[in-house]
Each structure stands twice: as structure tokens, then as C-alpha cells.
């Protein structure tokens, strides 16, 4: 179970929603083409890194003509990537139209929508569609649908209405796994009702969606909602700011205890057998933050810089170096778990044999070698106890590294809306209240958790037992629990960096 949770918070932690670029593309089929209606919507972090070539004049604000002038991008760009035959015949994709809004999106950070009109000679029999702009490598939800204007669509591999209504409306149970649709293969024949209009680009796609501003917020709850748009406030006070660093405060403490972050229960249950419990869940907690507050910034500071690198992109590997890590922890747990076994049951005898036949065998003549000898074991033991910290500790530390190499969304968005609208100190500062909010609630629920642990041990023993003979047989079985829960520990860093690496 322990392990399963591990697995959710390092899988679930990956973010789809501000690091999002959508597309749509509703086709409809008439007499003599096929419409196109095509829709990106790019989330707060592509949409930053999209604004200095949106905003040429340097006034921070983009106007209406330098969206226009990014829409006439974005949609030749769009038309050139489509693949678009009829009856096997490769057919050309022009634009008809284009269009351009930022909405404003969280943390005061806009986001872009472009809609385009694009047309392509078309008519009756078989027609494929492509999208090859859809293929970026970027996260984000692909969809396409298809309907007939005069026309009547005998065979379709995608439906007439739109799911998430033109990418305004994306369905909650979903988000988890978003559409990926980049192809579509219709037959149409002649004759069919006229298709109404109901919305933009001639009205494909079903829905009427409410326009760009009800996009439904990516990928953040109401609490994460309101930690985001602290940062857009302009009144900044010291009142302020002393509060707004105090609910950072909490909402670090909250993501910490979401649910899909396996953190804190891996806290517990990588100290779980070891004898300095305290100090293990104060290294856990502390490494878990510090790597997720370096990780925020760097990623923030990748977006600010303009740089060209998709942040979704790093998340792949981000996951995979976590999955390495975990196996090296595992095995680092396993290896200690193995020789604590093997180490303790020969030290045990040893000192048991050797200290009660000299002590009465010969007096002062061997009492000398006899403290010799028990000197020597005891040097031997202090170098074996040495070995089995350093393992426990290297393996609580990669454990750490792993449960923070993902960074919250939440926190870059933060970071990337304070540098907007010049002040990045502030949202550095909402970040570090955040990383030490997380910190304080993983130790603080970690030692609770290890605490409670020992007392339920102890009584599940003690009942199991009933009796001091069954209590003695009953604590063998325990030396095995830290090598398989060590075991699974490697078999799911391998699963992780897996699964990682092929999706």
C-alpha cells in the first residue's frame, strides 16, 4: 500500500494544466470544402514564454494589433502542418481568417487563444484529416470533431460535438486523461441538411462554450486559485504581504497532505525501522523541500528568461530521474536491511558465548584478554553501526530527492507572475513560505505517523501473541518486513523510471 502511494505522488504530481498547449480543430464538411475551424489555447507558462514575441512595442501589455500579428502566425503555421487528402488526393490548407485574445489566467499571468478559419478544397467520398502542429511533444488536450453542412457524413472516427467546448470547458473527470486526437478519416456524400450557426468559425463544434474567460481554471483547486492571484494584487502592504506569506504558509502545508502526494507516508515508512526516527523524518522533510524549492525556481527562472525549452518536456525525465532515485534507495534500504539481519543474530551470539566463559573460568590471569577481546568486538560493532547509519540516512536522502523533484505548478505560476509584473521578490518569497509550509507539515505528520506506528506494533504483537513464548516466535517474522518493503521499493523505482521513459 505504502508503495502504491508513493507511486501516485510521484506519477500524479505531474502538472497538466498551466504548462498546457490545447488544440481543437472542429471540421465541417460542405459542398465544395472543408472548414477548419482550428483553436489554440496556450496556459500561463507557454503563454509567458510567448509574450515577447506577442509584445513587440515593450509596454507589457499586448495591444490589438500585436495579437493580430501573432494570430496570422499561429494560424500559417497551422494550415501548413495540416495534411488534408481527398480520395486519396493531397489537397492545400489556406487561411481565411485569424484571431487573438489573452485572457487573463492566474497569478495575474495572461494566456493566449488563437482562433483560426482555415478551408481546403473538398467535396464527396473519402477525406483524412492530419494535424501536424498537434505534435509538439507539448501536454495538452488534442481534440477534433466533424460534422456535415449539406452534406451527410456516412462514416466518421470522431464525434460532431466537442467535449470540452471549443477549449473552454474542459470536463473534470478528464483532465487526468486528456484527449489525443490528431487524425480524422470521414466519407460524405451529396445532400444534408444546412448546418446552423452557433459559434465562431462557423459553429463547429457543439457547445456554446461562454467565450475565452471561462476557461476552466488548469489544473488548481479553489485554495491554490486564491495562492496564485495573491501575487497578482497591486496594493502589496506590509499587512499584506505578512499575510500572504502566512497563507503560503498553509497551502504549502496543504499540498503536502493532498491527496495523490504519497510524501508523507513515505516519510514514515522509509524510517520506519530505523532507530533515530526523529532525525530521519527532520532529513526527509527538509531534503523533500529543498529539492521542490530549487526545482520551482530553476523552472521558473527557465520561463522568464524567455528560453524556448517547453517545461512540460522536462517533466518525462524529471519523473524518470525521480524512479532512479528510489531504486537507489531501495537499494540502499535493502542493503542496510540485509546486513542488520545477518549482523545482529552473529554479534548477538558471539558476545553471549565469549563473555559468560571467561568471566568465571579464570580470574585477574585472563581477566585482561577478556577485556581485550570485548574491546575488539565492540570496535568491530561501532564500524558496522557506522555502515548502517550511513545506508539508512543515503537512503532517506534519495527518497527525499525523489518525493520533491516534481515541482507544484501552483508555486511557478506564482514565480513567473511576480517577475510580470516586477516583483519577482515577492514571489520568491510565496514560494519559500510554501516550501517551508511542506516542510513543516511532512515532518510534523511524519513523526506522528512513526510514533503512532510503534505503539500499533507493540499491540498488534502483544495480541497476536497472548502468550510470552508466541511473543518471542511472534517477532521473527519482523526482521523480513524492512527487506520486502526494502524489495518493493526497487521494483517500483524501476516500474517509475519505466514508465516514465515510455510514456
Not at 534519495?398 to 518525493?403: F, P, W
Request: hydrophobic content about 40%; some cysteine.
Amino acid at each position: 500500500m505504502i508503495a502504491f502511494a508513493l507511486a501516485a505522488g510521484l506519477v500524479a504530481a505531474h502538472p497538466l494544466g498551466n504548462f498546457s498547449v490545447n488544440h481543437y480543430d472542429g471540421l465541417v464538411v460542405a459542398p465544395h470544402e472543408l472548414r477548419i475551424d482550428h483553436v489554440e489555447d496556450l496556459a500561463e507558462i507557454p503563454a509567458a514564454q510567448a509574450l515577447p514575441q506577442v509584445e513587440t512595442d515593450g509596454d507589457g501589455r499586448p495591444s490589438v494589433t500585436e495579437l493580430g500579428a501573432w494570430a496570422d502566425g499561429v494560424c500559417g503555421r497551422a494550415a501548413a502542418s495540416f495534411r488534408v487528402t481527398v480520395n486519396g488526393r493531397a489537397v492545400t490548407a489556406t487561411v481565411a481568417s485569424a484571431s487573438a485574445t489573452a485572457p487573463k489566467g492566474q497569478a495575474g499571468l495572461p494566456t493566449l487563444r488563437t482562433e483560426c478559419r482555415i478551408t481546403a478544397p473538398a467535396g464527396p467520398g473519402t477525406i483524412s484529416f492530419r494535424d501536424g502542429g498537434a505534435a509538439d511533444g507539448r501536454v495538452g488536450w488534442r481534440e477534433i470533431t466533424a460534422r456535415g453542412d449539406r452534406m451527410t457524413l456516412s462514416a466518421s472516427d470522431v464525434p460532431e460535438t466537442s467535449r470540452s467546448g471549443r477549449l473552454t470547458s474542459y470536463p473534470e473527470d478528464m483532465l487526468a486523461s486528456p484527449l489525443d486526437q490528431r487524425t480524422a478519416t470521414l466519407t460524405a456524400r451529396a445532400g444534408g441538411p444546412p448546418l446552423a450557426a452557433s459559434g465562431p468559425g462557423g459553429g463547429s463544434g457543439g457547445g456554446s462554450g461562454g467565450g475565452a474567460e471561462r476557461l476552466l481554471p488548469r489544473g488548481a483547486d479553489g485554495l491554490t486559485q486564491r495562492f496564485t492571484s495573491l501575487v497578482a494584487r497591486h496594493d502589496l502592504t506590509p499587512g499584506f504581504a505578512a499575510l500572504a506569506f502566512l497563507v503560503a504558509l498553509v497551502l504549502g502545508a496543504l499540498h503536502a497532505l493532498a491527496p495523490g502526494h504519497g510524501k508523507t507516508i513515505m516519510a514514515a515508512h522509509a524510517i520506519g525501522e530505523s532507530r533515530n526516527r526523529t532525525r530521519d523524518i527532520l532529513t526527509l522533510g527538509l531534503t523533500v523541500t529543498a529539492t521542490h524549492t530549487a526545482g520551482v525556481l530553476v523552472l521558473g527562472l527557465l520561463v522568464t528568461t524567455g528560453t524556448l525549452l517547453a517545461p512540460d518536456a522536462l517533466f518525462p525525465w524529471l519523473g524518470a530521474a525521480g524512479g532512479v532515485l528510489v531504486t537507489a534507495a531501495g537499494a540502499l534500504l535493502l542493503r542496510r536491511a540485509l546486513h542488520n539481519r545477518h549482523g545482529h543474530g552473529h554479534g548477538h551470539g558471539h558476545g553471549h558465548g565469549h563473555g559468560h566463559g571467561h568471566g568465571h573460568g579464570h580470574g585477574h590471569g585472563h581477566g585482561h584478554g577478556h577485556s581485550h577481546g570485548d574491546g575488539h568486538r565492540h570496535g568491530n560493532s561501532d564500524e558496522h553501526g557506522h555502515d548502517h547509519r550511513g545506508s539508512r540516512r543515503g537512503g532517506v536522502v534519495l527518497l527525499g530527492l525523489a518525493g520533491g523533484m516534481v515541482p507544484s505548478p501552483s508555486a511557478v505560476v506564482v514565480l513567473v507572475g511576480g517577475a510580470a509584473i516586477g516583483r519577482m521578490w515577492f514571489g520568491i518569497v510565496l514560494v519559500l513560505a510554501y516550501g517551508l509550509g511542506l516542510a513543516a507539515a511532512l515532518v510534523t505528520v511524519g513523526l506522528l505517523v512513526a510514533g503512532s506506528g510503534r505503539v500499533l506494533a507493540r499491540r498488534v504483537l502483544a495480541g497476536l501473541a497472548g502468550r510470552r513464548i508466541l511473543a518471542k516466535r511472534a517477532r521473527l517474522p519482523s526482521g523480513m518486513m524492512p527487506i520486502g518493503t526494502s524489495a518493493t521499493v526497487v521494483v517500483l523505482g524501476v516500474g517509475l523510471t519505466l514508465r516514465s521513459l515510455v510514456l
